[in-house]
């Protein structure tokens, strides 16, 4: 699957000097951003699910018990 994305002439430049920094091309720094974007998004919404069960009361509550 491929996706099209428009940017204009400053987006790229700074597309580009950040591949170049990593020594990489401009699509795999797209892509790996992209996807990072994504893992990360996934990991908010995993941590606020938790704050919502916490307010509501309905998640399991456990004691650290320190050695």
Not at 18 to 25: D, E, G, L
Not at 36 to 41: G, S
Request: aromatic share 4%.
């Amino acid at each position: 699957m491929s996706i099209t994305i428009d940017f204009n002439a400053a987006d790229v430049q700074m597309l580009q000097a950040q591949a170049t920094a990593q020594n990489i091309s401009v699509e795999e720094f797209s892509h790996k951003t992209i996807m990072k974007a994504l893992r990360n998004a996934e990991y908010l919404a995993k941590i606020d699910r938790g704050i919502g069960q916490m307010k509501a009361g309905t998640c399991k509550s456990h004691e650290l018990i320190e050695a």
